[in-house]
Nanobody
Framework: HVQLVESGGGSVQAGGSLRLSCAASGDTAHLYCMAWFRQTPGKEREGVATINPSGTLTYYADSVKGRFTISRDNAKNTLYLQMNSLKPEDTAMYYC??????????????????WGQGTQVTVS
């Protein structure tokens, strides 16, 4: 079982930067694929980026490629999302998630996933 708590959201002007953090609890957190998803009202949740357990493989949605960077520090059980050159269309609730296996910017289906409560990012 993994518990996830996001932080770092807020309001920023277009072109600015934010760094999201996700603290994971549980002895096995370092074994999971970790991901960031986002969702706006009335739209489906979309995958933003994933990172494999060792941190050696990352995938990004085309809409954030070159602007966002996902990383993890397994010693601290923490996942990060560095967001640069933010655009108004990046406004969303951002969720940290853990899954058994990465598949692109999401998880392989059929396995249990864990989710944080979300942190709001607003770009104006």
């Amino acid at each position: 079982h993994v518990q996830l708590v996001e932080s770092g959201g807020g309001s920023v002007q277009a072109g600015g930067s934010l760094r999201l953090s996700c603290a994971a609890s549980g002895d096995t957190a370092h074994l999971y694929c970790m991901a960031w998803f986002r969702q706006t009202p009335g739209k489906e949740r979309e995958g933003v980026a994933t990172i494999n357990p060792s941190g050696t493989l990352t995938y990004y949605a085309d809409s954030v490629k070159g602007r966002f960077t996902i990383s993890r520090d397994n010693a601290k059980n923490t996942l990060y999302l560095q967001m640069n050159s933010l655009k108004p269309e990046d406004t969303a609730m951002y969720y940290c998630a853990a899954g058994s296996y990465c598949r692109g910017v999401s998880f392989v289906p059929g396995y249990r996933n864990y989710w944080g409560q979300g942190t709001q990012v607003t770009v104006s």
